[in-house]
C-alpha cells in the first residue's frame, strides 16, 4: 500500500515549519492575514500558512494526523479512481486549505492584526473525508480509554468547533476546524457518488 502524495505534503510541511521556527521573516512571510491578502493583493497566504506551524505540538499533532488519516483517503481515492486518485487527493487537500479559511477571511480582512497558522483545516477535510469512507472505524480521544465510532466523533466535533468558535476564549482555529471538515465531507460527497450509500450500509 503506497500513500506516496499524503507522505509528500507531511514530509514538506514539517520541512518548511522546522525552517519557519527559526527564521521570523519567513513565517510572516507564509502565514495566513485576511488585511494583508485583501488590502495588499498577498493571495499566496491562503495556501501558504498551512506550511507553517506554532510551534513543535502543533506541527506534531497535525502531522501525525495527517499521516494517519491521509494514507486511507488517498488510498481510497486511487483504488476507486487509479492515477486520477492523486489529483481528487490534492483538490481535497488543497481546497481544504482554502476553504477553511473563508469565515476568517471574511471576518478579519479589515483587522491588520490576526493570522493564523497550521493545517489544521485541511487535516479536518481529510479525517471527516475518511469518516465517509470508514463510519464503523475508531478514533481514541485522550483521556477517554476507548475508541468513539468515528461518525460520534465526527458530530461532536462539529459541535464542538461550533461552540468554540463562538465563544472565542482561546486562540485555536476553530472555525477553520469546522468549515474545513465541512468541505471535506462535501468534496467526498461530490467526488464519491456512492459514498453516503456505503456509510450508511456500514452502519447498519
Not at 510541511?13 to 493583493?41: P, Q
Not at 494526523?65 to 481535497?92: A, M
Not at 465526527?154 to 476546524?177: P, Q
Amino acid at each position: 500500500m503506497t500513500f506516496g502524495l499524503n507522505i509528500i505534503i507531511v514530509a514538506a510541511t514539517i520541512v518548511v515549519s522546522l525552517i519557519a521556527f527559526s527564521n521570523t521573516a519567513l513565517l510572516e512571510r507564509l502565514k495566513f492575514n485576511a488585511f494583508l491578502i485583501k488590502h495588499h493583493k498577498q493571495s499566496w497566504r491562503f495556501l501558504s500558512y498551512a506550511l507553517v506551524h506554532a510551534g513543535f505540538l502543533h506541527l506534531f499533532v497535525n502531522m501525525w494526523v495527517l499521516y494517519s488519516f491521509g494514507g486511507i483517503v488517498e488510498h481510497n481515492f486511487i483504488g476507486l479512481f487509479g492515477g486520477r486518485g492523486y489529483l481528487y487527493y490534492i483538490l481535497l487537500y488543497a481546497g481544504g486549505v482554502i476553504f477553511s479559511t473563508v469565515f476568517d477571511f471574511g471576518k478579519h480582512k479589515d483587522d491588520p492584526y490576526y493570522s493564523a497558522v497550521g493545517a489544521s483545516g485541511a487535516v479536518s477535510a481529510i479525517v471527516f473525508s475518511s469518516i465517509l469512507f470508514y463510519p464503523g472505524g475508531g478514533i481514541y480521544i485522550f483521556p477517554i480509554p476507548f475508541a468513539l465510532p468515528s461518525w460520534l466523533f465526527g458530530i461532536l466535533y462539529l459541535v464542538y468547533s461550533v461552540y468554540m468558535g463562538r465563544k472565542g476564549a482561546d486562540n485555536i482555529g476553530h472555525n477553520a476546524h469546522f468549515w474545513g471538515a465541512i468541505f471535506g465531507i462535501i468534496f467526498t460527497i461530490i467526488a464519491v457518488p456512492g459514498i453516503i450509500k456505503s456509510f450508511f450500509e456500514q452502519l447498519f
